[in-house]
């Protein structure tokens, strides 16, 4: 290296896997450089980054545009190394590889690893052979019977073969869970398409994680992280803690990785039955991990001892690290509380449990996803977007109480259905157009038919963006297909030629009217058009499938009710006109 700092390229948009790669290297000195991230990822706050190559498009599977740039920007800079940290930049360059790498280091798994580590079925069949412990399961073609399983699996799990495809890199195919067989119907739903599901019986026990950084099957660094809270309907941990590691547990990712001959960083995800020590394997990470931040808390490096293992050749590496230590994600923690204590009872974690977490913190053996000493400004960001949650939070809950107020909600429905039901061009507006507008546009459109021209746009300056992965099944599931929605831009044009305008949250509504002033007589919240509950209806960007089609069941009855009452009007109107016509006195004539 002639003694120059290292130069790097880190892709994703994770900030927690993703920041935390960032600051591994930025430590060291590496001159870091960042692409295909988004604008409101906390990693650009880092101070360790020197540069965002914002001008390489995301891969798309019908326009080689992406690769003459990324080709292009890698010739150009000569990195050292490139490092994609999640399964969106991964894929198309694990795919392109041989087109890629002569222009440039990939860090890229070997070709058989990958496509064992991206496919679950492939993954548990390497596990059987290998004698690592795995939940019962099967694998069934679809379409299948409800019938078909056995009633004392209840409650299951549902698996995709893999979570992200080449073509769909923005649909992510979730994992499902089935509480009985009365929902499986409605689960398997999300699964049209494909030609198998995983069905695996559920195993009673925590989250846990052995994370390692090997060479050519051999290990040579190993962690071990257990979840302290995890989501009751699923998803990824907010607070845990090192473990020691169980050499029953070493020992079985070491046999998994020798047989891949493996070379890189992986994190084996596993359950634990705390109260008699039994697991299983649940998946195979062949990236890095959402608790990476907790590794380097603990003195295990992983992003740059796979630098100097891949670039330096270095194979002796710290075995050591720190055993119960403490890692926190602010935002995701708090999600956890209000879940918590919303819990039944038996289900719900103690107060006095929650009080004792206060000693990790006290004795400083805990830190923050975000939050760092050396590197503050992406933890005040996330702090700061946590106030503004919360104010938004304050002044939602004031105007809740005020539409409790009959008189109050009654003129506020009053007004949206008298817009909507003159209007002849309708223009439903939030921030991005990925999750919430984009959605009502197509419901608006199914009710509206040839009555109304229906169209949605947001304000984020972004185009051509897709609807997240959670949005797209949860709208499927309701019959509505946005795999093909790009987000638009909302301009003055747009908001001129709309009859009325509905924005979803205040936040909606205070950027258009900013923007737009003139169109403040016909911008209404397109929750007044439900004529109860809240006028506001949240967005559930970052959120769960369920939180996705919590927020579209409110969209669907504020529309369904909205429409209803346009169609009774224009009944009423035509019958005015007929009955004008025959001489009788309509409506409107004394």
């Known amino acids: 290296m002639s003694g120059r700092a290292p130069k790097v390229l880190i892709l994703g948009k994770e900030d927690r896997a993703f920041l935390a790669v960032v600051r ?3 430590r060291q000195g590496a001159r870091v450089h960042l692409a295909w991230t988004p604008p409101d990822s906390l990693a650009r706050h880092s101070k360790y ?3 965002v190559h914002d001008d390489v498009p995301p891969h798309s599977p019908h326009d080689d545009a992406w690769k003459g740039a990324f080709v292009a920007l890698c010739e150009r800079e000569r990195f050292d190394l490139v490092i994609p940290t999640n399964d969106a930049t991964i894929i198309p360059l694990q795919t392109h590889r041989a087109e890629l790498e002569p222009h440039a280091r990939l ?6 690893a990958f496509e064992i580590a991206f496919d679950k079925g492939r993954t548990y069949a390497l596990a059987e052979s290998v004698g690592v412990p795995l939940p019962t399961q099967q694998v069934l073609s ?3 019977a409800p019938d078909a399983i056995d009633p004392s699996w209840y409650p299951l799990v549902l698996k995709p073969q893999a979570s992200f495809t080449l073509d769909d890199l923005q649909h992510k195919h979730f994992v499902r869970k089935v509480k009985g067989s009365e929902d499986l119907a409605e689960q398997l ?3 049209a398409g494909e030609r198998e599901v995983i069905v695996q019986r559920h195993f009673h026990g925590t989250g846990a994680g052995v994370e390692l950084l090997a060479v050519d099957g051999e290990v040579l660094v190993a962690l071990s992280h257990l979840r302290i809270h995890e989501r009751r309907k699923g ?4 607070y845990r803690t090192t473990l020691p590691l169980r050499p029953d547990m070493l020992d079985a990712a070491a046999r998994m990785v020798q047989a891949l001959r493996y070379t890189g960083v992986v994190m084996f995800e596993l359950k634990v039955n705390l109260e008699t020590g039994e697991w299983v394997l649940i998946e195979i990470n062949g990236r890095f991990w959402a608790s990476l931040p907790l590794c380097l808390h603990a ?3 992983f992003p740059w001892w796979l630098y100097q293992a891949l670039v330096e050749g270095r194979r002796d590496f710290p075995r050591d690290y720190r055993v119960g230590v403490y890692c926190r994600n602010w935002g995701r923690d708090l999600v956890w509380l209000k879940e918590n204590f919303q819990a039944p009872a038996a289900e719900r974690v103690p107060l006095g449990a929650l009080l004792r977490e206060i000693g990790p913190m006290l004795r400083g053996r805990e830190s923050s996803d975000t939050f760092v000493l050396d590197d503050p400004r992406p933890g005040l960001e996330d702090l700061r977007r946590l106030g503004v949650r919360a104010v938004h939070r304050v002044r939602r809950g004031v105007r809740q109480r005020l539409e409790r107020v009959p008189a109050v909600r009654r003129a506020q429905a009053a007004r949206a259905h008298a817009a909507l039901a003159k209007a002849q061009r309708v223009l439903f ?9 984009p959605f009502a546009e197509a419901w608006a459109r199914r009710l509206a038919g040839d009555g109304a021209e229906v169209s949605s746009a947001g304000y984020h300056p972004k185009r051509n963006r897709p609807c997240p992965a959670e949005g797209v099944d949860a709208a499927a599931g309701m019959g509505v297909d946005l795999g093909a929605h790009r987000s638009r831009i909302v301009d003055e044009a747009m908001v001129r030629a709309a009859d009325v305008v509905f924005t979803f949250d205040q936040e909606n509504r205070r950027t258009v009217l900013a923007r737009f002033p003139f169109a403040r007589q016909r911008t209404f919240w397109i929750g007044a058009l439900a004529e109860e509950g809240t006028v506001e209806i949240g967005d559930p960007f970052g959120g769960t499938v369920d939180d996705f089609r919590r927020t579209y069941d409110a969209i669907r009855r504020a529309l369904d009710a909205g429409f209803a009452r346009r169609g009774t009007t224009a009944r009423r109107a035509a019958a005015g006109t007929d009955s004008s016509a025959a001489g009788v006195p309509g409506p409107s004539e004394s």
Not at 235 to 238: M, N, T, W, Y
């Open 429 to 437: 507006v939030c921030k991005g157009n990925i999750c919430r507008s």
């Open 299 to 301: 003195g295990a490096d």
């Open 142 to 144: 679809l379409p299948i």
């Open 49 to 51: 980054v020197a540069r």
């Open 24 to 26: 591994s290297f930025g």
């Open 189 to 191: 739903a999300f699964f």
């Open 107 to 112: 860090y890229l798994i070997p070709d058989e």
């Open 235 to 238: 998803g990824a941990d907010s």
